[in-house]
């Protein structure tokens, strides 16, 4: 019903940037009004994948992981079904595989980190930071 495809991965030396862009396709006949949240997650190796960064779409208010609030800004283009993570001052705990994920509930800052609100994920992109 929805595919998630990321782009924009890649490896960078610390202090670099990377903007990751999520491209969204529906079904014939989905309604993409159901699609209330979408968020960027991340998972490092031996690590739980972990919130970075959410938007809702009744809310609109971003969210951010503390560990990246002032560096990453998400962002949404909902006329190209298009959402992107710009990502600056990349350090070497930012590497790790970014997932764009969204699903039908709205968020709010105290529900936005729960990962089972994202009902349809990307194949997810790498992103290396060197030090």
């Known amino acids: 019903q929805v595919q998630l495809m990321e782009s924009g991965g890649g490896s960078v030396q610390a202090g670099g940037s990377l903007r990751l862009s999520c491209a969204t396709s529906f079904s014939n006949g989905f309604n993409v009004d159901l699609i209330q949240c979408a968020a960027w997650v991340r998972q490092a190796p031996g690590k739980e994948r972990e919130g970075v960064a959410a938007i809702g779409r009744l809310s609109g208010a971003p969210y951010y992981a503390d560990s990246v609030k002032g560096r990453f800004t998400i962002s949404r283009d909902n006329a190209k079904s298009a959402l992107y993570l710009q990502m600056n001052s990349l350090q070497p705990d930012d590497s790790a595989i970014y997932y764009c994920?969204?699903?039908?509930?709205?968020?709010?800052?105290?529900?936005?980190?729960?990962?089972?609100?994202?009902?349809?994920w990307g194949q997810g992109t790498q992103v290396t930071v060197a030090s």
């Open positions: 994920a969204a699903g039908f509930p709205d968020i709010s800052p105290g529900t936005w980190r729960a990962l089972g609100k994202y009902g349809y």
